[in-house]
């Protein structure tokens, strides 16, 4: 079984030259071609864990890099058993957070991030977390993938963050090329139409890490094989 974090949080591969996203002849419609699709057969997309608290979701992305999905719940939940809100998080302090989020690795960076985080908050936000994804950016830890994450599932912003199973299947059809995460997320910025991108996360994880996986993509059952130009696809 493939390894999964939340909703594929590990990061994508990061190369030090960035070339400009390209865009192949026809790639809009068959970008509003492929997203039609993958909503046609999911039409309410759900994120699978609770987005309704954004600062435990910020929290949660937060404590997800490079950890495994079922362990970051369950360490959330413990987290979130004790503290309710960023001021709790500053009375609980750095060391009893280490001692709760170590299961999920790099505990004491992570638990000095979210601190700070905390801290943050309150005295640039009084205490709310901007519903904004280039606000977001602005806070310790958080980076453009978890701060468009955040900004999706709680407050439904418009933009689409990249993990390494968006990465793969939008170079893959493509959707958007580029060799960095931040050049396919600009790339799909610009060619999702609005109307997809509240759900499109979610659609192209799921699409990545369910159908068009990394090792073996199985084409012969895939609902876009049709849209699809990748050459190493199978048939
Ligand atoms: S046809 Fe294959 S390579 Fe193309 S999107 Fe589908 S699973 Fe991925």
Partial sequence: MARDTLHGLRPAPRRLKAPATTSPPGAAERVGAVMARLAEADPDPKAGFDDTDPFRLLVTVLLSAQSTGPTVARIAEALFARVKDPAGMLDLGEAEITAIVRPVGLGPSKARNIVKLSAALIET???????????????????????????????????????????????RIPLASGATVDAVADGLALAVPERFKDGAHIWLFRHGRDTCTARKPACTCCPVSDLCTWPGQAT
């Fill in 125 to 171: 936000f009084g205490g709310a977390v901007p519903r904004s994804s280039v606000e977001m950016r602005r806070l310790p830890g958080i980076g453009r993938k978890s701060a468009e994450v955040t900004a999706n599932f709680a407050f439904h912003e418009p933009v689409i963050a990249v993990d390494t199973h968006v990465f793969r299947v939008s170079n």
